[in-house]
């Protein structure tokens, strides 16, 4: 069965809104700095580092490793929890534009 062009167009888009915004080979020190509410989902994960000063040079891989993580599951939540903040700031942003702010 062939999809239409509008099953498609929300196809791509789900995948669009689906984005790796972080990936293993990433510092701590950056991921946390461009995408601050990764610190909610690296603590959830157990990884309480983000202060330390390792996290200057190692990266998301290293550190998963070294916490006795899968690097996989560590990376899935640090990317949901960004993809949860962007949702959320979207319908903020939507509930200004239809209130008239």
Do not use: W
């Amino acid at each position: 069965m062939e999809m239409n062009r509008e099953e498609r167009t929300n196809q791509e888009q789900e995948t669009m809104e689906k984005t790796n915004h972080v990936t293993g080979d990433m510092l701590i020190g950056q991921i946390v700095t461009e995408h601050p509410e990764s610190i909610e989902a690296l603590f959830a994960v157990g990884m309480h580092c983000i202060g330390c000063g390792a996290s200057l040079y190692e990266s998301l891989n290293d550190a998963s490793f070294v916490h006795g993580l899968d690097p996989k599951m560590v990376l899935d939540a640090v990317n949901d929890r960004i993809d949860a903040a962007a949702a959320q700031s979207d319908e903020q942003k939507q509930e200004f534009a239809e209130a008239g702010m």
